[in-house]
């Protein structure tokens, strides 16, 4: 059983000092304001996003090539940013404070790029053809208002989900299954401002106007806001731990100054704060492992290591600091994984589309749907399998498992890794069906061939349903096996999977055209794929997706769970 939390006058979580919990917070009745701002903050992010290259290549008059790289560039610093937020909330800040401060900085963005949209002298000036001539004062106060979103989402992304498990404490069992719950529910809220963005918003912004289109996710923005400090009586915080950075260096730097030193085969011989407390701020000890064991020498006591009885932080360390950083060097196989993952779900913003560009639109006979637009169907998918997930296959599942939340975190991730694969051949099946259809009737060089979008609705509903399993199984994953004065910093290290994934698309796509091109030929990937193989590249997507569950399974099989120690009361 583990160690219960207590909450000091402050409202924190104190991790070495907890005979009993205060009730009266955290648990579900913290978590609407949590789950209502992530709803609100995700609609305000794709709000922007979905539409942006948009807006760079009509109103900031911007070549294609130009507004695709300053979208794809800014979508790489939103992945980026969440380190130093997750850094400043682990050190130094605090989640609550971290997501309180970063949440400012975001509507004062969002603030920032509505004005330039709407604003006379800040809104670019348009010609009768609708063509508009943007100074250098008008793009630079809109791309401030964009970067400040990006460093104000890096302070929110990888916090508010690690914010709201939280509120559950693992040492109360009822509490410990409904944290199982929460992570579902959380990914659910995600998906609901997506929705919300990519349909209703995007038609504001194409149909009414920008100032509108900005506006409304700036005024949810601000709602977002208002919803998490309407919680702050309620939430359960954490305090934060110091520099999770510092600590990984003196583990490092100690060890490599004893490379020599043996280790003792009596770990208890290894150095540890004597009383309950540990050395980390807000963190429970940690119980040895064996596993890399060339970082236990840093926590060998030798004579050099203290000055008159004064430990010397960069030579000696305890037991709690080599296992935090042994728990993030076994977490990163994990995440490894996650980049051929994330790399499958980025079709959906590129060959998806391009895809579904040759099909037929026409949902009747007046109205056409946008190919990128049939992403709802992913979100829809989310959606339509998080209750299900939560509310069937979880009790199922428990009758056989006899755990909580039915199948094991490593299990969901692996579950999602097999159900992407298919996604993968639903999209080459459907290919290599299109290409024989334009053989059989000659249709190289018609633009939409007479068979339906609405044909990809499979790919893009299996890929969700993989979301649900994998997504939220390495978000509960993360969270749980990370060490608790570095959660913030693990989740941000599993969102940079997604960043990774898109580099990793790209350079697949680069390497493909390259070979293939040669001799003359037009490729896998031409500009018409009607002379192109495109079902070549999801398949080769699908063998490394198989490879990929290999290597999964073997460091899953081989993964050492972290184990906090148990006091004796």
Known sequence: MEEEDIHTKDGTTDYQNRPAIKKNTG????????????????????????????????????????????????????????????????????????????????????????????????????DTNNVCHPTGLQAGVFFMGLYLIALGTGGIKPCVSSFGADQFDDSDEAEKKNKGSFFNWFYFSINIGALVASSVLVWIQTNVGWSWGFGIPAVAMALAVVSFFSGTRLYRNQRPGGSPLTRICQVLVASFRKFRVKVPGNKSLLYETADEDSVVKGSRKLDHTEELSFLDKAAVETPSDKIKGSVMAWRLCTVTQVEELKSLVRLLPIWATGIIFSAVYSQMGTLFVLQGNTMDLHVNKSFEIPSASLSLFDTISVIFWVPVYDRLIVPFVRRFTKRNNGFTQLQRIAIGLVISIFAMLAAGTLELVRLNVVRKHNYYDLKHMPMSIFWQVPQYFIIGCAEVFTFIGQLEFFYEQAPDAMRSLCSALSLTTAALGSYLSTMLVNIVTDVSTRDGKAGWIPDNLNYGHLHYFFWLLACLSVMNIGFYLLVARWYTYKRAVVPNH
């Open 27 to 126: 648990t579900w009745k913290a978590c609407p304001y949590i789950l209502g701002n992530e709803c609100c903050e995700r609609l305000a992010y794709y709000g922007i996003n979905t539409n942006l290259v948009n807006y760079l290549k009509f109103q900031l008059n911007q070549r294609n090539v130009v507004a695709v790289n300053n979208v794809t560039n800014w979508s790489g610093t939103c992945y980026v940013t969440p380190l130093l937020g997750a850094f400043l909330a682990d050190a130094y800040l605090g989640r609550y404070w971290a997501i309180a401060a970063f949440s400012i900085i975001y509507v004062f963005g969002m603030t920032l790029l509505t004005l330039s949209a709407s604003v006379q002298g800040l809104k670019p000036p348009c």
